[in-house]
């Protein structure tokens, strides 16, 4: 198995995220605290490249010590800037083509976003009815807490900017990855 990374274009509208959250100056700072050849591989990342989810991972609980989030806002401050980051990956021409689509075809690209961003792990996802659909993370046992987080984020963003309202996610740890349940209003 190839370690856990993430695209490079994830990367990059992470990065913006958190600079936007927590402001750039925190950002540089907190990456003092990398060790040098992990912050230069975060700094010169490229769209085409991937990132290991441990750089990723060290970088949002650096950003969140150097911001002074206290432990207990940490889940809050991960899904803040994970949709932030979807919010715009998907807010281009998708925005436009979301709104038009069934939530049906909705939920069913979800996967293909998620591998778009990550080279490991496969989701499947279902509309269970009106309203509700299953997101089952297989095949990544291993997922750390801040992409299980960012991952619910990003299914949450992807409903809200197709025009879904009260959007809400669960989810769950299992053996072979995440479960996320999602409800809205059509």
Same mark, same amino acid.
């Given at each position: 198995?190839s370690e856990p990374?993430?695209s490079?274009h994830?990367?990059?509208?992470?990065r913006?995220?958190? #600079?936007?959250?927590a402001?750039?100056?925190?950002?540089? %700072?907190?990456?003092?605290?990398?060790?040098?050849?992990?912050?230069?591989q975060?700094?010169?990342i490229?769209?085409?490249?991937?990132?290991?989810?441990?750089?990723?991972d060290?970088?949002?609980?650096?950003?969140?010590?150097?911001?002074?989030?206290?432990?207990?806002?940490?889940?809050?401050?991960?899904?803040?800037?994970?949709?932030?980051?979807?919010?715009?990956?998907v807010?281009t021409?998708?925005?436009?083509?979301?709104?038009?689509?069934?939530?049906?075809?909705?939920?069913e %690209?979800t996967?293909?976003?998620?591998?778009?961003?990550?080279?490991?792990?496969?989701?499947?996802?279902?509309?269970? $009815?009106?309203?509700?659909?299953t997101?089952t993370?297989? #095949?990544?046992?291993?997922?750390?807490?801040?992409?299980?987080?960012?991952?619910?984020?990003?299914?949450?963003?992807?409903?809200?900017?197709?025009?879904?309202?009260?959007? $809400?996610i669960?989810?769950?740890?299992?053996?072979?990855?995440?479960?996320?349940?999602?409800?809205?209003?059509?």
């Amino acid at each position: 198995m190839s370690e856990p990374s993430l695209s490079g274009h994830a990367v990059l509208n992470s990065r913006q995220s958190l #600079e936007e959250i927590a402001g750039k100056d925190v950002v540089l %700072r907190a990456l003092e605290d990398l060790p040098d050849d992990e912050r230069e591989q975060y700094l010169s990342i490229t769209a085409e490249a991937w990132l290991p989810v441990r750089i990723a991972d060290e970088v949002q609980r650096a950003v969140a010590r150097e911001a002074g989030i206290p432990p207990g806002d940490f889940a809050g401050f991960v899904r803040a800037f994970s949709h932030r980051s979807v919010e715009r990956m998907v807010s281009t021409v998708w925005k436009v083509l979301l709104r038009f689509t069934s939530d049906k075809a909705l939920v069913e %690209r979800t996967p293909e976003l998620f591998s778009h961003t990550y080279n490991l792990g496969k989701l499947s996802a279902t509309v269970d $009815e009106p309203g509700r659909g299953t997101v089952t993370l297989d #095949e990544w046992p291993g997922i750390s807490d801040e992409q299980m987080i960012g991952t619910a984020a990003g299914i949450e963003a992807v409903l809200q900017t197709a025009g879904r309202k009260n959007v $809400e996610i669960r989810w769950q740890r299992t053996a072979t990855g995440a479960r996320y349940v999602a409800t809205w209003t059509p």
